[in-house]
């Protein structure tokens, strides 16, 4: 695993995948056209969206306060992903922006 979470709250579970699923749509921004409605990879971007089908999936569920796909297993996807499909270093960002603006949130908004 690449970090501990077993002692977050499911606040910051959900915060985490809030802040998650947002970086994951920059990192698809990388399958476009620059300066057009194009898109280069449509077989990529079209990985990034079930990757983000299942992280929304498991922000929902963790918002329901229902058993879904753990935190920890998402982040065992991701890191699949990344080494799978050569986006190790998008996947990395994301979660270390993630990691790093969930634990950077005043402790009341946690």
């Known amino acids: 695993m690449l970090f501990d979470t077993s002692s977050w709250s499911n606040a910051d579970k959900t915060n985490f995948l809030a802040v998650l699923a947002h970086e994951l749509t920059v990192s698809a921004r990388g399958t476009y056209e620059v300066g057009t ?17 299942r992280v929304t999936g498991s922000l929902r569920d963790h918002l329901r306060g229902i058993a879904g796909m753990p935190l920890e297993a998402v982040l065992g996807m991701l890191m699949d992903f990344g080494a799978r499909h050569n986006r190790m270093a998008d996947i990395r960002y994301a979660i270390s922006r993630a990691q790093e603006l969930t634990l950077r949130a005043p402790a009341s908004s946690r």
């Open 37 to 53: 409605d194009g898109v280069l990879q449509p077989e990529m971007l079209r990985r990034f969206n079930e990757l983000q089908h």
